[in-house]
């Protein structure tokens, strides 16, 4: 047995909160009786309708894929433009967990497993993602200080994230730096090196955790296997008991 909001949650519908909104407002029924008290419990035999709605639970697919630049994170585009979903052949809803940015490549997960998605994407999660990043400028001891200890975004400072300066090009005037993070705010590597004057022109995550881009080109995926799920489900499994 366990409680309504985390069912519908974990079924990849909504999120919690969202899901504890539902019930309050009467929307959720439960073998046709509404429920409105927050820690009913169900079971896998009990009908769950949603505003008239069975609520499914569909089979879970769990694809990395290597985004290319000029791909949409989302998973439809008022624009019409091509989305990282339309790269993926499934009849399943899958979604994109978390975001890169459109001109951003590399490793984005896409899922319709719900309670994962939901874990890796919380604010408390400390999964490390590593990026490289080629930008303007010659990337200085003291920056490479502020970046790793923190700098301010959007009136919020960072938390710390480890920096290697990988490449310098005096000619040209770039640098290619890999980035560590565990935050997912929004464009936060631009950001972080805008912060230190410095503007990146190229972006590529190499690593999600300990999922990284071995054997995959541009555009392509592949299924996660159970052992690599399993592993993701452990890496947040310290938030995942509430
Ligand atoms: N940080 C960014 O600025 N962009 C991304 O796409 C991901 C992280």
Redesign the pocket.
Known sequence: MERLQKVISNSGYCSRRKAEELIKNGKVRVNDVIVTEMGHKVSGNDKILIDGKMLSYDEKEYYLLYKPRGIITSTKDEKNRKTVVDLIKTDKRIYPVG???YD?SGIIILTNDGKLTNLLIHPRNEID?V?IAKIKGILTKEEIFKLTNGVIIDGVKTSKSKVKLKKIDKKNLTSIVEITIHEGRN?????MFEAVNHE?VK?K?EKFDFLDLTGLKSGEYRKLNTKEVKKLYNSVNKISSN
């Open positions: 975001r890169l940015d951003t993602k990026y464009h936060q590597v631009k950001k990146v972006l995550r």
